[in-house]
C-alpha cells in the first residue's frame, strides 16, 4: 500500500483513497506530503497578508484622495469619519435595530420565497403538461427585471413590511424555480437507463434520482436567491423608507451626508457577506458528494 | 434446438428483426436473428460497430419492445425490471450522490429487502471485486477502473439467473481490463449465472466466453457461431501466454474477416 505516512487526520478511507489515487496518477515521491503542506501554509499565509496590504492600499488611498481633496470628501466621504461612525452608531444600537429589521424581512422573503418555488417545481415536475403550458411565463417573468415592480408593490401593500418582504419573494420565487427546473432536467440518462433496468417506479425515479440530481443547483439558486432576496429588501426600503438599512442609506444620501452612506454599505456588506457564508456552509456538507 | 433451450429455461431468440424509424428512413438492425443459449453458458456478441449487438441487449433486458419474432428469457418473454436479470452498461452509471456501498445497495436493495442479507453480500462484493477499504469512498474518488468495479459488484449483487454485459470494460486500458475480466470470470463461476456479453474486443470475447456470435455489419445477421474450448477455470492474464488462446484468436479473427470484411470496429 502505497503512502502509509504518519500523519492520520481525515477519515482513513477517503485518506487512503486520496493517496492511492495520487500515487498511480505520477509515483507520488516519498515524504512529499510534509513539504507540500509547509508550502500551503506558507500560500496562505502570503494570500491573507496580502489581502489585509490590499485593504490597507484601498482605505489609505481613499482617505488620501479625500484628505488632498482631489476628489471632493461630500462625495465620497472620508474612512477616518466614517469608520468611528459605523462603530459609533452600531454600539449605540441603531445600526443594528435597522440591520435586524433588513434582515428580518429577508430572512421572511426568502423562507417564503423559497417554500413557494420549491412547491411550484414539485408541482410542475408531478404535472409535466402544467409546466408546458406556463414555461414561457416563467421564462419571461425571470428575464423581468422584477425591482421595476417595487414601486407597485408599494402601492398595493403599502409601505411597512409587507410591500419589503413581497418584493424581495417576487426575487427569491423565480430565481430558485428556474434553477429547480433547471436542475431536474439535469438528470443523467444512463442514471436512467439503470432505474428502468432496476424496474423503479415513477416516483421512487422522482426521490430517489431527480431530487439528489437537482439538488447542486437548488443550493445555487438559494444561494443566489438569498442575495438577491436582500437585492429586493433594499430597494423596497430606498423607495419606501421605513426601519431598514436601505432607509437609512436613503435618509444620508438624501442630507448629503457621504459618511453616513459609506457606513450604512459597510454594514450592508457584512450582512449580505454573513448570509451567503451560512448558506456557502450548509451547501457543503450537503452536497458533500460533489466534491 | 429451440426445446433444448427451453427445457432448460436458457434464451432463446427466433427470428428477431428489429429496425429504428427516422425521417421517413427505416433502418433495419437486426435481422432475422436466431441464437439459443443454454443455462449457465456465457455467450459474447461482436461484430462491427452499429450491427445492433445492443440493440439485442437491449430486446433481452426488456429495455426495448420486441419488433418481430420471438425471444424467451428462461420461461417467460423479456420485461424491464424483471427479478432474475440483471445489466451492465458501457458507462458505470454509478450515482455520485451515492458511495460505493450505496450505488451497490441501491441495486440490491430493488430485489432483497433484507438489509442485514444486503450489508453481508455487497462486503462479499466489493471485497471480490477488489475494493475492500472502498465502501464509503463516492464515486468521484475513484478512478475509472474502480468505478467500473463498483458496477461489476452492483450487477452480481442483483444475483440474477441473466446477466446482460454491455461492454462493460471498452473504456479501460488494456491492464486494468485483464484485472476486471478476471474478476468478471470469477464471479460468474461463483453465481453460474447465464451471460451474454457484448464486446466490440475479440480477444476479450474469446478469454472470457463458452461461445463468440460474430454478427455481420447492418443489417445485423449471424455470421458465425464458434465455440470456445479453452479449459476452465480460466484466468485471463495466463491466457495471455496461451497458444491455444492465440491459436484460436486467430482463427476467429479469420472468420471474423470473411463475415464482416476487413474493416471491423471501423
Given amino acids: 500500500m502505497p503512502g502509509c505516512g504518519a500523519s492520520s487526520s481525515g477519515r482513513p478511507v477517503r485518506r487512503w483513497v486520496r493517496e492511492v489515487t495520487r500515487s498511480t496518477d505520477n509515483e507520488a515521491i516519498e515524504g512529499a506530503d510534509l513539504s507540500d503542506s509547509d508550502k500551503q501554509l506558507r500560500h496562505r499565509l502570503f494570500i491573507v497578508a496580502g489581502r489585509l496590504v490590499l485593504l490597507a492600499l484601498v482605505v489609505g488611498s481613499w482617505e488620501a484622495l479625500a484628505w488632498t481633496g482631489l476628489v471632493p470628501a461630500a462625495f465620497i466621504g472620508r474612512p477616518s469619519k466614517f469608520l468611528p461612525l459605523l462603530v459609533e452608531q452600531t454600539l449605540n444600537g441603531k445600526f443594528v435595530l435597522a440591520a435586524v429589521d433588513t434582515l428580518s424581512a429577508t430572512l421572511m422573503a426568502f423562507a417564503l420565497g423559497g417554500i413557494l418555488a420549491l412547491a411550484t417545481a414539485l408541482a410542475l415536475a408531478v404535472y409535466p403538461t402544467l409546466k408546458e403550458l406556463i414555461d414561457p411565463f416563467i421564462d419571461a417573468m425571470n428575464a423581468l427585471p422584477r425591482v421595476a415592480l417595487v414601486p407597485l408593490f408599494i402601492v398595493w401593500f403599502g409601505l411597512g413590511t409587507l410591500s419589503k418582504v413581497v418584493s424581495g419573494v417576487s426575487l427569491m420565487y423565480f430565481i430558485l424555480l428556474y434553477n429547480t427546473l433547471a436542475g431536474a432536467q439535469s438528470v443523467d440518462p444512463d442514471h436512467l437507463q439503470l432505474s428502468r433496468s432496476l424496474g423503479l417506479s415513477r416516483r421512487e425515479v422522482f426521490l430517489r434520482i431527480v431530487i439528489p440530481t437537482a439538488i447542486p443547483s437548488i443550493f445555487v439558486g438559494l444561494r443566489l436567491g438569498l442575495v438577491y432576496t436582500l437585492l429586493g429588501v433594499v430597494t423596497a426600503e430606498l423607495i419606501a423608507g421605513g426601519k431598514g438599512l436601505g432607509s437609512l442609506i436613503s435618509y444620508y444620501s438624501n442630507t448629503f451626508d457621504a459618511d453616513g452612506v459609506f457606513a450604512v454599505l459597510l454594514v450592508l456588506i457584512v450582512v449580505a457577506y454573513a448570509l451567503s457564508m451560512v448558506m456557502t456552509r450548509i451547501e457543503r456538507w450537503l452536497t458533500r458528494w460533489n466534491r | 434446438m429451440s426445446l433444448s433451450a427451453e427445457g432448460s429455461a436458457g434464451i ?99 430485489r432483497n429487502p433484507n438489509r442485514d442479507r444486503r450489508r453481508a453480500v455487497i462486503h462479499a462484493l466489493l471485497d471480490d471485486v477488489g475494493l475492500n477499504g472502498f465502501e464509503n469512498a463516492y464515486p468521484r474518488q475513484l478512478s475509472q477502473g474502480m468505478r467500473q468495479r463498483v458496477a461489476l459488484a452492483r450487477t452480481f449483487s442483483l444475483e440474477s439467473d441473466f446477466v446482460f454485459l454491455d461492454e462493460p470494460f471498452g473504456a479501460l486500458d488494456a491492464q486494468t481490463k485483464l484485472v476486471l475480466q478476471d474478476k468478471l470470470l470469477r464471479l460468474w463461476e461463483k453465481m453460474q449465472s447465464t451471460v451474454v456479453l457484448v464486446s466490440h474486443d475479440l480477444a476479450e470475447a474469446v478469454a472470457l466466453a463458452d461461445r463468440v456470435v460474430v454478427m455481420s455489419a447492418r443489417p445485423g445477421r449471424i455470421a458465425a457461431d464458434i465455440a470456445i474450448d479453452l479449459p476452465r477455470p480460466r484466468s485471463v492474464s495466463a491466457l495471455q501466454s496461451s497458444s491455444d488462446y492465440h491459436a484460436l484468436y486467430a482463427r476467429l479473427w479469420g472468420e471474423l474477416e470473411r463475415a464482416t470484411g476487413p474493416a471491423l470496429g471501423a
Fill in chain 2, 12 to 110: 432463446l431468440i427466433e427470428d428477431v428483426v428489429h429496425s429504428y424509424r427516422g425521417r421517413g428512413k427505416t433502418l433495419t438492425v437486426l435481422d432475422g436473428i436466431s441464437l439459443s443459449i443454454k443455462r449457465g453458458e456465457f455467450v459474447a456478441l461482436v461484430g462491427p460497430s452499429g450491427c445492433g449487438k445492443t440493440t439485442l441487449l437491449d430486446i433481452l433486458s426488456g429495455l426495448i419492445d420486441l419488433q418481430r419474432g420471438r425471444v424467451m428469457v428462461g420461461k417467460v418473454p423479456p420485461a424491464v425490471g424483471r427479478a432474475d436479470t440483471a445489466r451492465m452498461f458501457a458507462r458505470d452509471a454509478l450515482l455520485p450522490w451515492r458511495t460505493a456501498y450505496a450505488n451497490v445497495d441501491f441495486a440490491m436493495a430493488t
